[in-house]
T-cell receptor
Framework: DARVTQTPRHKVTEMGQEVTMRCQPI?????VFWYRQTMMQGLELLAY????????DSGMPKDRFSAEMPDATLATLKIQPSEPRDSAVYFC??????????FGQGTRLTVV | DAKTTQPTSMDCAEGRAANLPCNHS???????VYWYRQIHSQGPQYIIH???NNETNEMASLIITEDRKSSTLILPHATLRDTAVYYC??????????FGKGTRLHILP
């Protein structure tokens, strides 16, 4: 069945390295979200796209984070340079109607 | 968007109905009530939403009070697989989804 696919599922990297997380939304979904989840902050919305155009990225630290949708089948979230405080689970979600978003399994990022 | 208040945690016996309350006393007329849940180590999952009428689908029922200041999500026959964090969110259809702390529901065997 259709699902949102995120890669990698786990990533361990050293502080200062670039990290790229990828998301394949469900075919036909026109809205894509990026969320970050930590124990302290819970689920935070980082950015979202509609029809591949960024609508809101106010939740994202602009100096090091960037989100793009190079085409309808791929969304990327990049961190450069990464820091230990970026350690979290990053979720991508897509939807046809925005409120019924389907979430991926997440990428667990550990920055050491 | 309206702030919601949920109990931190709840227990429910397997096979019984799980009733999860949510207060949204500042909800405005065009804000809907949405429920999501997150099972451990998975992404959140949409359950149901409503505006002012009660709603039912294959997963749950949503009961919204007449004044719309509170609602209850009902899982009619809870199973162990329903153990999760349940999020109640109130916002209008142009807003982005902001998750709070939710209710941690434990289904007891």
């Amino acid at each position: 069945d259709a699902r949102v696919t995120q890669t990698p599922r786990h990533k361990v990297t050293e502080m200062g390295q670039e990290v790229t997380m990828r998301c394949q939304p469900i075919l036909g979904h026109n809205t894509v979200f990026w969320y970050r989840q930590t124990m302290m902050q819970g689920l935070e919305l980082l950015a979202y796209f509609r029809n591949r155009a960024p609508l809101d990225d106010s939740g994202m630290p602009k100096d090091r984070f960037s989100a793009e949708m190079p085409d309808a089948t791929l969304a990327t979230l990049k961190i450069q340079p990464s820091e230990p405080r970026d350690s979290a689970v990053y979720f991508c979600a897509s939807g046809l109607v925005w409120w019924e978003a389907f979430f991926g399994q997440g990428t667990r990022l550990t920055v050491v | 968007d309206a702030k919601t208040t949920q109990p931190t945690s709840m227990d429910c016996a397997e096979g019984r109905a799980a009733n999860l309350p949510c207060n949204h006393s500042t909800i405005s007329g065009n804000e809907y009530v949405y429920w999501y849940r997150q099972i451990h180590s998975q992404g959140p999952q949409y359950i149901i939403h409503g505006l002012k009428n009660n709603e039912t689908n294959e997963m749950a029922s949503l009961i919204i009070t007449e004044d719309r200041k509170s609602s209850t999500l009902i899982l009619p026959h809870a199973t162990l697989r329903d153990t999760a964090v349940y999020y109640c969110i109130a916002l209008n259809r142009d807003d982005k989804i902001i998750f709070g702390k939710g209710t941690r529901l434990h289904i007891l065997p």
